[in-house]
């Protein structure tokens, strides 16, 4: 019998108030009962649209009867087909626009919370799971990975399944991208992103750190020390600013350098040794996940007000749904249609201020939405002493600028055919590397493609 | 593991370190640097590469006992590893084609400024170097500045070694003695580097400086090293961290390396505490 109410089962969180002076995870996870009831509401529906909308075409129905049956591992099996890091993508993939946004049930009422019982299904292999990795077969041909994002990591664990030697250069002294330097620990604790590159090394993959390609070893030296291909899954780390006045001052962080020294180097603990600065009022410029968790660290380090500002609506806020709720919940404050135009400084050169305009919205522009215009006159200031730019990334430009023919387009990302293969032979690349800044899946779904052709290729080759 | 192979104190808070690093040290070009971590919990640190040994597979590191981090580096001794050692990173210097160059170097600085004199040297250009230290026991290097320059100006604040005087009082000496230099090279804390710059500007002398911004990364991801470079945003770890001196903002650059100076002297002085301890 289906279980027809028009709700999804809540998700159990940490109380907003206490979960805002802490890192510790916001979610907590469906319990076996909530799990069962939830799966319940799946019609199993014959066309499956929301596999449709998933990246990697996860066969979601087969999942969630596997769940009604309690066969938890029969459903983390199905799952692991197509997904290298459900533990991962059922946190942080953003599900209302792809597979629960075509969710039949989502017609009238709220789609099957598909995210939510995919992480209580990964959640319980990892509590459960007993056999130790078993290494598969060597089969003597040797693959570099140059990254170990989502991306590297998808088609290291790929590669290493079938009998490849497999080695990951990462250029920070820790391995998982943006999973450990981007994304908190209270979205993704890092023990979970810890195990995965555990199992990656007990299948033999060797993760070697501090290994920035293009300056200690380049993708050339790569492939003349054996490597028979290479994967570039190096990510869009390069990050943005507006050329504002003020960008320069005392306390204007890249979203990127604020998360890099909260997250990577645990300025939040007090046994780091890497500083950071503890502001009282914040202002966030974007909207998108990384603006929610510049924010949200921002309150955890004890600011007593952390504002957005996002020059589109909340309605085209490209964060994921849940992230913008939980920010809101934990008393962030959302100046939406406004705009910075400069930042101001004091004597001493510390920002005191930031004058901003309001904003509307007029025609729509080449991404569809509607483009933001200034309202004249309508600039106002505000009094703050920390302004964090997540107006986004690009492609780090190493690469390219140190590997002879690597085609990149205008934005700087590499250019590949649809299975990954770059303008060199033997050489791959995948993920925010090639599509810029985007999601986990889909670059986790790159890494998966692109080791299938690198297989491929190795295996016509010899 | 990065091993110390060498330990040797140059002066009382000044220490070489030699590691074992033939990766790096197969690639590393004057100008360029590295970032280590000390610990598993510690801060990421930027060091421009002294020297390199291409045979013996080591890079030369010198170190100025400023902060937690360079405490408890002082405090590893020979054969002991260190945690993370990343690099070459950035940009080498543009040496070659050069004829005669003067090389100032400012304090710690010299230890950047010597491969710089070195591979100019190498390259057959006239080296003319000035160094200049606060007082006598600070002073490093001097033989090795010796054996690669054509002449040597050695400067003291307080008169206690060489002549009294500032890098830029000699300096100027010598562009007013009628020396005609390609290019001068200078390279010690932000203050010197900007008072040369405003000299040979007068002078208009192409003047390359070496920046050492707070850092974190090293490769371009975080933005931590931007400085203003001619009205435009740059990133030293990248883009640098040599640059035209003329086009420097300096000022700016020396409001944002003080940007952490009150929690830095906490957390030196805790680390100082905490060795104090264990040392009774
Ligand atoms: C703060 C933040 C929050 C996010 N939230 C979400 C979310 O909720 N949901 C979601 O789906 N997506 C989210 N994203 C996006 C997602 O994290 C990325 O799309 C994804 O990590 C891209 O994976 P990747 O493997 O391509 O690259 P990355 O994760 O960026 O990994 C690239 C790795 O390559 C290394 N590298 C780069 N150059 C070199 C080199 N020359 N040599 C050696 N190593 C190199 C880098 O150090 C890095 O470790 C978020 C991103 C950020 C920054
Ligand atoms: S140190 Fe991070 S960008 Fe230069």
Redesign the pocket.
């Known amino acids: 019998m289906a279980n027809m109410s028009l709700k999804k089962n809540e998700m159990p969180v940490q109380d907003p108030k206490v979960r805002n002076h802490n890192f510790e995870e916001v979610a907590l996870g469906y319990t076996e009962e909530q799990a069962l009831d939830e799966a319940a509401r799946c019609l199993n529906c014959k066309n499956k649209p929301c596999v449709g909308k998933c990246p990697v075409a996860i066969d979601i129905p087969a999942f969630i009867a596997k769940i009604r049956e309690k066969d938890y591992e029969g459903a983390y099996e199905i799952i692991t087909r197509q997904s290298s890091l459900p533990a991962i993508c059922g946190r942080v993939c953003p599900q209302e626009t792809q597979c629960e946004s075509k969710c039949v049930r989502g017609i009238k009422g709220e789609p099957v919370a598909i995210g939510r019982l995919e992480r209580f299904v990964a959640d319980y292999h990892n509590a459960h799971a007993k056999a130790p990795a078993q290494k598969p077969v060597p089969n003597g041909h040797k693959v570099a990975i140059v990254g170990s994002g989502p991306s590297g990591l998808t088609c290291a664990g790929d590669l290493v399944k079938l009998g490849y030697d497999v080695t990951i250069f990462e250029a920070l002294h820790l391995a998982g991208g943006v999973l450990v330097y981007g994304i908190p620990e209270f979205r993704l604790p890092k023990t979970i992103v810890q195990k995965e590159i555990d199992t990656l090394k007990a299948l033999g993959v060797k993760v070697e750190t501090n290994m920035v390609i293009g300056k200690v070893l380049s993708v050339d030296e790569l492939l003349a020390d054996g490597f028979e291909a290479v994967y570039l899954g190096s990510g869009a780390g390069l990050?943005r600013f507006m050329n504002l006045p003020g960008e320069n001052l005392k306390g204007v962080y890249s979203a990127?350098?604020f998360l890099t020294r909260v997250n990577l180097m645990k300025a939040y603990q007090d046994n780091s040794e890497t500083p950071i600065q503890h502001a009282h009022h914040v202002a966030v410029v974007g909207g998108g996940n990384v603006a929610m968790d510049a924010a949200r660290c921002a309150k955890r380090l004890g600011a007593e007000k952390v504002s957005i500002i996002y020059r589109r609506s909340l309605e085209e806020m490209p964060a994921r749904k849940e992230e913008v709720e939980h920010a809101m919940e934990e008393g962030i404050e959302f100046h939406v249609l406004t705009n910075p135009t400069e930042i101001l400084g004091d004597e001493h050169k510390f920002v005191k201020g930031i004058t901003c305009v309001k904003m509307e919205l007029g025609e729509p522009d080449e991404s569809g939405r509607r483009r933001p215009v200034v309202i004249e006159g309508s600039e106002f200031t505000v009094d703050l002493d920390c302004v964090i730019m997540a107006i986004g990334t690009s492609p780090n430009p190493l690469l390219h600028n140190t590997t002879e023919g690597l085609e990149v387009n205008s934005h700087g990302c590499i250019v590949t055919d649809e299975n990954g293969l770059t303008s060199r032979t033997a050489v791959y690349a995948g993920g925010d590397a090639v599509t810029g800044a985007a999601t986990v899946i889909l670059a986790m779904g790159a890494g998966k493609q692109a080791a299938k052709a690198m297989d491929e290729y190795i295996r016509s080759k010899n | 593991m990065f091993q110390i192979l060498k330990k040797q104190p140059l002066n009382p808070t000044v220490t070489l370190m030699e590691i074992d690093a033939p990766l790096i040290a197969k690639k590393a070009e004057p100008g360029q640097f590295i970032i280590l971590r000390v610990n598993e919990n510690g801060e990421r640190i930027?060091l421009t590469i002294a020297d390199y040994d291409r045979e013996k597979g080591t890079i030369t590191i010198i170190f100025q006992i400023v902060g937690a981090t360079t405490e408890e580096l002082n405090h590893l001794k020979e054969g002991d590893c260190l945690h993370d050692f990343v690099g070459p990173l950035g940009t080498p210097s543009h040496l070659e084609g050069l004829k005669k160059v003067a090389v100032v170097g400012g304090g710690v600085g010299c230890a950047i400024a010597y491969p710089v004199a070195k591979k100019l040297h190498e390259l057959g250009a006239t080296v003319h170097s000035i160094v200049g230290f606060r007082n006598k026991d600070l002073v490093i290097l001097e033989s090795q500045f010796k054996a690669v320059s054509d002449k040597m100006c050695m400067m003291s604040d307080d008169g206690s070694y060489g002549e009294k005087g500032l890098v830029t009082d000699a300096l100027k000496k010598l562009i007013e003695s009628g020396e005609q230099y390609d290019e001068v090279i200078a390279i010690g804390p932000l203050i010197m580097m900007k008072f040369v710059c405003a000299l040979t500007k007068e002078h208009n002398i192409k003047t390359v400086v070496s920046m050492n911004p707070?850092?974190?990364?090293?490769?371009?991801?975080?933005?931590?090293?931007?400085l203003t470079v001619g009205g435009k945003t740059k990133?030293?770890?990248?883009d640098g961290p040599d640059f035209d001196g003329h086009l420097v903002d300096f000022d700016e650059a020396m409001e944002r390396a003080s940007m952490y100076k009150p929690f830095e002297r906490k957390k030196h002085e805790d680390t100082c505490n905490l060795f104090r301890g264990a040392d009774r």
Do not use: K, L, Q
């Open positions: 990050p990127n350098e | 930027p707070i850092m974190i990364d090293g490769t371009g991801m975080c933005g931590g090293c931007r990133f030293a770890c990248v």
